[in-house]
């Protein structure tokens, strides 16, 4: 069975691998916001944490585990169609993009 193969039939939470991730790079990190993407035609409901530097990580963990993780990482969680995902998120991005442009050109 593949890691994600047990969230198919849309009651999912996280399972223990994703759970012990996202914990782990939460409290690794200051000022992280929890942001919940709705189900696609492709995925899962899923969850893409962002801290305050922007730096984020996104994981399949179902409606119930993203909302369960949130209050257990006891951090604030949104739901992105109403709110959007953070400038800081888009911001980090745009810094990595430039990064990697400098790192081919050198």
Same mark, same amino acid.
């Given at each position: 069975?593949? @890691?994600?193969?047990?969230?198919?039939?849309?009651?999912?939470?996280?399972?223990?691998?994703?759970?012990?991730?996202?914990?782990?790079?939460?409290?690794?990190?200051?000022?992280?916001?929890?942001?919940?993407?709705?189900?696609?035609?492709?995925?899962?409901?899923?969850?893409?944490?962002?801290?305050?530097?922007?730096?984020?990580?996104?994981?399949?963990?179902?409606?119930?585990?993203?909302? $369960? @993780?949130?209050?257990? @990482?006891?951090?604030?969680?949104?739901?992105?169609?109403?709110?959007?995902?953070?400038? &800081?998120?888009?911001?980090?991005?745009?810094?990595? $993009?430039? @990064? &990697?442009? $400098?790192? $081919?050109?050198?």
């Amino acid at each position: 069975m593949g @890691l994600f193969d047990r969230w198919s039939r849309g009651t999912a939470t996280a399972g223990d691998e994703v759970r012990s991730y996202l914990t782990t790079w939460t409290r690794s990190r200051t000022g992280v916001e929890a942001f919940v993407e709705p189900k696609t035609t492709v995925t899962d409901v899923t969850v893409v944490l962002v801290a305050a530097d922007g730096e984020w990580t996104r994981r399949v963990v179902g409606e119930r585990g993203a909302r $369960r @993780l949130a209050r257990d @990482l006891q951090i604030p969680v949104y739901d992105v169609r109403k709110t959007g995902y953070p400038q &800081r998120m888009r911001d980090h991005d745009e810094r990595q $993009r430039i @990064l &990697r442009r $400098r790192e $081919r050109g050198a």
